[in-house]
């Protein structure tokens, strides 16, 4: 059964760069069929997409942070992480990771998510 | 401000029927048929229920069903039970840059 697992930091200070990865199990994360992507939530608030990468290493980004991001890939430890930079408190949200499968336009399964506050 | 917009709650009693809609602009919901539904519990990880409009995701029962006219999405649940107390998050594949957006939330009470 495919699960995804998000860690990292639960505090990051403004102006530093947020950085967290998430571990695919059951699955590779090679695979030519899925897509893996960020989503996050701010604390009371909805969902809003990061970006997203293939296997391959190509990705696509929000235009809202794509300039602070980057989503990378580690094939040998079935890892992709996420690096966000210049973190300022309206990055505070809880992270999650999640995978789309190529030629659907959904996310499943997600991971359970993990609360990243940024605070001096 | 979300880019879909979705009512902030909705209640029913159990065995009811809810419908929380999801509007959005033809450049997203009105212009693919590419809308799904999340359900999320306090705490949890959102949920797939239904994606491209109407198909239901394994896992959920023929409760809830999910249909589109124009640039509004809707999802229904009937014969609401106490379990389908949730949030649910509606989200769109949409031809700007942003590529995904999402609803605010609706907040699902039974009462």
């Known amino acids: 059964q495919l699960q995804l697992q998000e860690s990292g930091p639960g505090l990051v200070k403004p102006s530093e760069t947020l950085s967290l990865t998430c571990t695919v199990s059951?699955?590779?994360?090679?695979?030519?069929?899925?897509?893996w992507g960020w989503i996050r939530q701010p604390p009371g608030k909805g969902l809003e997409w990061i970006g997203s990468?293939?296997?391959?290493?190509?990705?696509y980004y929000n235009p809202s942070v794509k300039s602070r991001v980057t989503i990378s890939v580690d094939t040998s430890k079935n890892q992709f992480s996420l690096k966000l930079s210049s973190v300022t408190a309206a990055d505070t949200a809880v992270y999650y990771c999640?995978?789309?499968?190529?030629?659907?336009?959904?996310?499943?399964?997600w991971g359970q998510g993990t609360l990243v506050t940024v605070s001096s | 401000q979300s880019a879909l917009t979705q009512p902030a709650s909705v209640s029913g009693s159990p065995g009811q029927s809810i419908t929380i809609s999801c509007t959005g602009t033809?450049?997203?919901?009105?212009?693919?048929?590419?809308v799904s539904w999340y359900q999320q519990h306090p705490g949890k990880a959102p949920k797939l229920i239904i994606y491209?409009?109407?198909n239901r995701s394994s896992g959920f029962s023929s409760r809830f069903s999910g249909s589109k006219s124009g640039n509004t999405a809707s999802l229904t649940i009937s014969g609401l039970q106490a379990e389908d107390e949730a949030d649910y998050y509606c989200?769109?594949?949409?031809?700007?840059?942003?590529?995904?957006?999402f609803g605010g939330g609706t907040k699902l009470t039974v009462l």
């Open positions: 990468i293939y296997y391959s290493g190509s990705t």
């Open positions: 999640a995978r789309r499968d190529l030629g659907e336009y959904c996310f499943d399964p």
């Open positions: 989200s769109s594949y949409t031809s700007s840059s942003t590529n995904w957006v």
């Open positions: 059951g699955d590779s994360i090679s695979s030519s069929i899925y897509y």
């Open positions: 491209d409009v109407s």
């Open positions: 033809s450049s997203d919901v009105g212009g693919y048929d590419y």
